[in-house]
T-cell receptor, first 115, second 111 residues
């Protein structure tokens, strides 16, 4: 299957700082990228959907000013957690989708810990 | 509201047992149902089901969709400790490209 990478895999930051997570599709062009959040022992919760070159569509309850998403190219999307708080600590996973296919290819995830 | 529910939420079996995991859905304009396995990191794709009654098989894993019952099952035969994971099913709701994930089933296979 297609490969998606995420960077960093793990990040620890202080409260109030901003953290940027990168998601790259390595061997395909991801016309759509998705950002998920996963709490321990819970399922994936979709945060937002982003299409290359346009603004992201956020799910209900997700603050767009807090979680800034940029999808500047067909192979790169970034999620910036602004003014991070301890409750933002979570596992963030991105996925990429090529064209009209329903299948999404997931990145390995980024574990964010906010102190 | 679109909904995907999995059962059981968790399951502990002995190596060699056969398990059946369930996924039921309520979505508008059903197109497909996907199964994923999640170990320590991100989910890995198992199956995509679009047609009712046609079994998809990969080694000891198999899955089938029942559109009448709005459900799918994932079977794992002769389970091994390496099958221990969270199994997620997901459905794209309506015409959206996003996925709605189920609650997941946490499977633990013991020796």
């Amino acid at each position: 299957g297609a490969v998606v990478s995420q960077h960093p895999s793990r990040v620890i930051c202080k409260s109030g700082t901003s953290v940027k997570i990168e998601c790259r599709s390595l061997d395909f062009q991801a016309t759509t990228m998705f950002w998920y959040r996963q709490f321990p022992k819970k399922s994936l919760m979709l945060m937002a959907t982003s299409n290359e070159g346009s603004k992201a569509t956020y799910e209900q309850g997700v603050e767009k000013d807090k979680f800034l998403i940029n999808h500047a190219s067909l192979t790169l999307s970034t999620l910036t957690v602004t003014s991070a708080h301890p409750e933002d600590s979570s596992f963030y996973i991105c996925s990429g989708r090529a064209g009209g296919n329903n299948e999404q290819f997931f990145g390995p995830g980024t574990r964010l810990t906010v102190l | 509201e679109d909904k995907v529910v999995q059962s059981p939420l968790s399951l502990v079996v002995h190596e060699g047992d056969t398990v059946t995991l369930n996924c039921s859905y309520e979505v508008t304009n059903f197109r497909s149902l996907l199964w994923y396995k999640q170990e320590k990191k991100a989910p890995t794709f198992l199956f995509m089901l679009t047609s009712s009654g046609i079994e998809k098989k990969s080694g000891r894993l198999s899955s089938i969709l029942d559109k009448k019952e709005l459900s799918s099952i994932l079977n794992i035969t002769a389970t091994q400790t390496g099958d221990s994971a969270i199994y997620l099913c997901a459905v794209p709701p309506g015409t959206a490209s996003k996925l709605t994930f189920g609650t997941g089933t946490r499977l633990q296979v013991t020796l």
